[in-house]
Structures are given as C-alpha cells and as structure tokens.
C-alpha cells in the first residue's frame, strides 16, 4: 500500500485532543495543503481564519448543537480553522452560474478540507470536520464579509486516542459500470 492511501485508510474524525500547542512548521504545511487543493477554473475562492483564541473558540462553541459530538472538539483543540469561501466566483463564467449546481465553492472547499485533513493525519494530527453548526453566527462571529460563505469549522490538534475504523462499503457496492 502507498504512503497516500496508508493516509486516507487511517485518518480518522477525532474529536479529543492533547493539551498541547501545533508547531507553525506543522501548520504551514497545513496551509500549503490548502493552496494547492484543486478549484474550479483555479479560482482558488477558499480562505481560512485560523482561530486560537480560547473566548473566540467558546464562542464558536456555542453556535454548536450541544448534541453534537464535535462540540467539545471546539474548545479542546488548540486550534480550530474555518473554511470559508468567496461567493458567486466558483462555477461562474462570465459572471453567470455555468454548473448546474450553482455556485460550486461547496466542491471547492471540500476538496481543501480533504487535504487539510489529510495532510494533518500525515503529521500526526487529527481533525474533525464540523458542518452542523449555526452558520449565521459564526460568521458573525468571525466577522466574515458579506460575499463570503462559512462552510466548515475544523478542530486540529494531536490525538488524545485513535479510534478503529469504522464498516465500509464494499467496492462491489460503490462501482457501477457504463451505467447505474
């Protein structure tokens, strides 16, 4: 098996973390992993607010459903990031929608998600992506412009335990060929 799918089998959602700071060189590679996420017509329309700050993160904390199992993961990781992304310029042409699913920042941020995620696992780091959240909020929160969207929150840190993986499909259930 290659390095990269030793990566993608073994990366985890984890959601508790050791008390203990990320090292920048560790965070610009996370970085770097984000600027070379692929994007349509390479807008590259994804932007990151790195939040460290203990009250900023309680606060975005409390935008969380306290059902939501991520929502400690908020307050224990030393560093949480939001994905976040410039409106009506992804999926556009000329100035018009030309997807049929519109605006497509949702693909472009997950595809820069995904290589974070990956990229923290290859460091051994962990994250957890978190969607379910009041999204309002939180941009007012971060004080998000208005021709931008927040997408996901991410908590990062250093794995307090690594869990088992979860069932997967089999790729018998996953593979159609020529047609559905």
Known sequence: MTQLMETIKNRRSIRKYEDRDIPEEMMSILFESVQWAPSW???????????????????????????????????????????????NQSGYFNGAVSTR??????????????????????QGLATVIVGLFDHARAETILQ???NY???????????AKNPSPPKRKSIDELIHYEVF
């Open 101 to 122: 699913f519109g605006d497509w920042l949702m693909f472009d941020l997950g595809l820069a998600t995904q290589n974070l995620c990956l990229a923290a696992h290859d």
């Open 41 to 87: 017509a390479n807008t590259q329309c994804c932007e990151l607010i790195i939040v460290k700050d203990p009250a900023k993160k309680a606060q975005l904390q409390e935008c969380i459903s306290p059902k939501n199992p991520a929502t400690k993961a908020m307050t224990n990781a030393p560093v949480v990031i939001a994905f976040c992304a410039k409106k």
């Open 144 to 146: 998000l412009p208005d």
């Open 149 to 159: 969207s927040l997408v996901t929150l991410v908590p990062v840190g250093f794995p």
